[in-house]
């Protein structure tokens, strides 16, 4: 194997160890779903977006959604009047969790490409400097 691979293979690892760090940290700061009386949501439902299941203890009250749903755009008088602040905050995270997923695919195709390219710029610089000498 080239050295080339070799220490792409080091640097890349070490930035899907970070990214999977980030996400461990950012899924385990998550206590209780985007809606009244849900838990927890798992990870792949999350970083995919599937839409949620309203509780059916929830749904056979009749409340309006503004009553249980944190994701809705609520004023802070609603969210404490309705006691949301926990799910607000997980809606929140939840967001939060799926961009940094996003921003770390983004980070490391960015990272591949500043990788190789720079490979070469020095590569030729120092056979370049190799032939002066």
């Not at 849900?38 to 009553?67: C, F, H, W």
């Not at 939840?94 to 980070?107: M, P, Y």
């Amino acid at each position: 194997m080239k050295l080339k691979t070799k220490a792409w293979l080091v640097s890349q690892g070490l930035l899907l160890v970070v990214a999977f760090i980030i996400q461990v940290t950012f899924y385990r700061a998550i206590k209780v779903g985007p809606v009244l009386g849900m838990a927890k949501r798992p990870y792949v439902e999350i970083i995919k977006g599937v839409d949620l299941v309203i509780p059916e203890s929830i749904l056979s009250q009749n409340l309006p959604p503004e009553a249980y749903d944190a994701r809705l755009p609520l004023s802070q008088v609603q969210i404490q009047k309705s006691n949301l602040a926990a799910y607000r905050r997980a809606a929140q995270q939840e967001e939060g969790l799926r961009t940094a997923f996003i921003g770390g695919v983004v980070v490391n195709v960015i990272y591949f490409f500043a990788y190789h390219l720079l490979f070469i710029y020095f590569s030729n610089s120092i056979k370049r400097h190799k032939r002066v000498l």
